[in-house]
């Protein structure tokens, strides 16, 4: 009886992770989701393997995302425009929304070639966004990398702006 209880709960923990929007509130649930399955790797006589699934399901892993969690205090967008950039106030709601601090770099301060390019520029100075004004379509293109979970919630913010389009670049793998 208490296995199927268990496994219920799992059930339930596992839909409430899919749904919750809550980073942090997320890796809580999933603390919680490793504690109800060592417990069910107890009662089905894995002691060893309950302990280890405490030790880093309960505890390790969400440790680390919370430490990653913190480590994005910037929202990095790249100039890559001699055209003035008209929504900087979108930018600045949105990381007041974040509780992000917004940094601006203007592509002519970036010597390096490669790190004007989005592969090059993601790489090696964590840039979120890179925008470029179209002359022709008389809009701004803002690229980012598909991977970065804040330009979804950016882009919801975008959505009915006529003159800002969103492109998700493809993540590639690097060799160093």
Do not use: W
């Not at 296995?3 to 709960?9: D, R, T, V």
């Not at 030790?55 to 003035?84: C, H, R, W, Y």
């Not at 070639?113 to 179209?134: L, P, T, W």
């Amino acid at each position: 009886m208490i296995k199927i209880a268990l496994m219920l709960l799992l059930l339930v923990i596992t839909t409430v992770i899919v749904i919750e929007k809550n980073n942090k509130r997320v890796i809580v649930y999933f603390s919680v989701f490793s504690l109800i399955a060592a417990s069910l790797y107890f009662y089905n006589d894995a002691p060893d393997v309950a302990l280890a699934e405490i030790a880093v399901g309960s505890a390790f892993i969400p440790l680390i995302f919370l430490i990653t969690i913190s480590k994005q205090q910037t929202f990095t967008v790249m100039m890559n425009t001699d055209k003035e950039f008209i929504y900087e106030d979108l930018l600045v709601e949105f990381c007041k929304n974040e509780n992000l601090k917004l940094k601006l770099i203007n592509a002519k301060d970036v010597f390096d070639d490669e790190a004007k390019s989005i592969h090059g520029a993601f790489r090696r100075q964590d840039i979120d966004i890179i925008v470029d004004y179209n002359k022709k379509k008389k809009r701004y293109d803002m690229t980012c990398k598909e991977s970065n979970v804040m330009i979804e919630r950016f882009e919801k913010m975008t959505q009915k702006i006529h003159g800002i389009r969103i492109i998700r670049t493809v993540d590639e793998e690097t060799i160093d």
